[in-house]
């Protein structure tokens, strides 16, 4: 049984990963459950589809912070980390696909003087 970590946005994810039969279970409840939107669902299950461990693994997951894509996307990463743990074969197909990249794209900081980050305030000429 591995623990393993990912993050997306402001969202982490904690990843624990055991034989079974490919039940997913996302802060206790069920991936149906926790995900209302099909998206997010086939986020989360594209490494599993990817290298065919559809029913080989139950995965209990733990998530926090951000929205529900980022969250997806913090656990598709973790999952992918734990595949590589379980089976290091697994790794090429994997990354191939983009699924061990950390997208590090965060939301940018307001900066001062301006409305947002990169918004300034309306211009008066008189």
Known sequence: MSVISGRRKEATAVVRLKKG?????????????????????????Q??????????????????GGGSFGQAGAIRLA??????AETPDLRAELKKAGYLTR?????????????????SPQFSKR
């Open 79 to 84: 999952i992918s980390k734990a595949l590589i």
């Open 21 to 45: 039969s490919g039940v997913i279970t996302v802060n206790k409840k069920s991936l149906d459950d926790y995900f209302g939107r099909d998206v997010a669902k086939m986020i989360v299950r």
């Open 47 to 64: 490494p599993l589809v990817l290298t065919k461990q559809d029913n080989a693994y139950d995965f209990d997951i733990k998530v926090e």
């Open 103 to 119: 997208d590090s794209r965060v939301k940018e900081r307001k900066k001062v003087g301006l409305k947002k980050a990169r918004k």
